[in-house]
């Protein structure tokens, strides 16, 4: 009879938790799936009830609100050469036109 170390029952109590947390990661969206449905629908709801368009990134200036709705002269609205006034502006920078 062969004799068991004490690592070979450690490596298989260690092999067998994660073959289980493997399958309940594969398993969970399958329960949950009918709950994030209903959330969508809700989400879906107030968007169409408060008729918002995009997605807000930023909601300091109206230039970093979104990038595609962005305008080229808006963060220097007082001066070509001023400071920016909000942090996000030297995070999402206007988004580049073509031709200008």
């Known amino acids: 009879m062969p004799l068991v170390r004490k690592s070979d029952l450690w490596?298989?109590?260690?092999?067998?938790?994660?073959?289980?947390?493997?399958?309940?990661?594969?398993?969970?969206p399958a329960f949950v799936a009918k709950r994030l449905?209903?959330?969508?629908?809700e989400r879906k709801g107030l968007v169409r009830e408060l008729q918002l368009t995009d997605l807000c990134?930023?909601?300091?200036?109206?230039?970093?609100?979104?990038p595609t709705q962005a305008d080229l002269h808006t963060p220097f609205q007082d001066h070509?050469?001023?400071?920016?006034?909000?942090?996000s502006g030297s995070v999402v920078m206007p988004p580049h036109f073509p031709g200008s």
């Open 11 to 28: 490596l298989a109590l260690v092999g067998a938790s994660a073959a289980v947390l493997l399958l309940l990661l594969l398993a969970h």
């Open 37 to 41: 449905r209903e959330k969508q629908q």
């Open 57 to 66: 990134l930023f909601t300091e200036a109206s230039y970093t609100r979104h």
């Open 80 to 87: 070509p050469m001023s400071l920016e006034h909000f942090p």
